[in-house]
């Protein structure tokens, strides 16, 4: 059936369209490389179309705007990023090196997203990390984490598909995160933990906590399966363009049985390229002036949000406004939030 066209005040009242990544948010650090990709030699990462170079001078980890063999004729071009120094606040956490977005003076490690499950220093081994890209923005990345409706169906020859007994969702923001916890249970059993972690069972009870950093584009994703295992995944999306991110993850699957310890990390790539086969057309849309129209339902409840949380950021930032709230706890052990070790 036709669905009856919106009156022309109705329409007048829509808020502009949000174009997903088209207002890089600042002060904030982002994930830019695994730690162990950067050595003496100097390699180099885009952020926000702009190059960043990373090398250890004498094992001191440095990032900068241009090659080190032209930045003392470049530093004159040096950008507000750098305080026009040529050189970028980094540092390396959870064995990633993260590079200070935004004004340098506001740059406080206190601002490094917390992650319980990973050890700070990192050293993890080297089958649990990985990195891909995908065609869209970070924005759009991070919103396909939080969309229910594809999971199960793009991703359903490894986790399984729709069918459950039970499935709950529950949504919560503060002015910098978001986390949606979703509760299965009776869930078809994830095919990977049958094949790969002799899982015999049929059904599996499953909880999946999903926090999002929102200014850093980096995602915790601790999911609980029993019977089965804790999958706890860091999933970055660090923004390259506004059309690509660079997805930076690491899956501390140490604690799970052989070989799903060895092969579930590395389904990140089969993962990634299902979903950006759905992101890559989708991303270029947002950029073209076309009627849209409001389509979203109630299990969108976590996008939605997100996209609110994004929109609130951008207009304070727009007026000037970079600082943290109080609520944001950047750097807070977030064990308890995400229910690691709590029975489902
Ligand atoms: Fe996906």
Redesign the pocket.
Same mark, same amino acid.
């Given at each position: 059936m036709n669905q009856p066209a919106l009156s022309t005040s109705r329409q007048r009242q829509l808020p502009p369209d949000w174009v997903p990544g088209e207002f890089p948010l600042r002060n904030a650090w982002l994930p830019v490389s695994n730690s162990r990709h950067v050595g003496s030699r100097p390699t180099w990462r885009t952020l926000h179309s702009r190059p960043v170079f990373l090398w250890r001078q004498q094992g001191k980890l440095t990032a900068t705007e241009f090659h080190p063999a032209k930045l003392s004729d470049k530093r004159q071009a040096a950008s507000e990023f750098t305080a026009g120094s040529g050189y970028y606040p980094v540092l390396e956490r959870y064995g990633l090196v993260w590079v200070w977005y935004g004004n340098p003076d506001d740059a406080h490690e206190s601002l490094v997203p917390n992650v319980p499950y990973i050890p700070a220093e990192g050293g993890l081994p080297a089958y649990m990390s990985g990195h891909l890209h995908l065609n869209s923005c970070a924005e759009l990345a991070m919103e396909?984490?939080l @969309?229910l409706t !594809?999971?199960d169906f793009? !991703?359903a020859n490894l986790i399984g598909d729709e069918i459950s007994e039970q499935d709950e969702i529950t949504v919560d923001t503060t002015s910098e995160t978001i986390t949606m916890v979703r509760t299965c249970r009776g869930k078809t059993a994830a095919p990977i933990m049958q094949k790969a972690g002799g899982i015999k069972a049929k059904t599996q009870d499953l909880r999946s906590t999903i926090h999002i950093y929102v200014r850093s584009h980096v995602a915790l994703v601790y999911s609980r399966f029993i019977p089965g295992f804790d999958v706890p995944l860091l999933h970055c999306s660090t923004p390259e363009s506004r059309n690509s991110c660079r997805v930076n993850f690491i899956m501390n699957t140490g604690a799970a049985k052989a070989p799903f310890r060895y092969v579930m990390p590395q389904a990140g790539y089969m993962?990634g390229a299902? @979903?950006n086969s759905?992101l890559r057309p989708q991303a270029p849309r947002y950029h073209e002036q076309i009627e849209r129209r409001d389509l979203n339902s109630r299990f969108d409840a976590a996008t939605t949000q997100y996209r609110h949380l994004v929109q609130q950021l951008t207009a304070r930032q727009q007026q000037g406004d970079f600082a943290y709230g109080s609520d944001a706890n950047i750097s807070g052990d977030k064990t308890a939030l995400l229910r690691i070790g709590m029975p489902i």
């Open positions: 396909n984490l @969309d !594809h999971s793009v !991703h993962v299902q @979903d759905m």
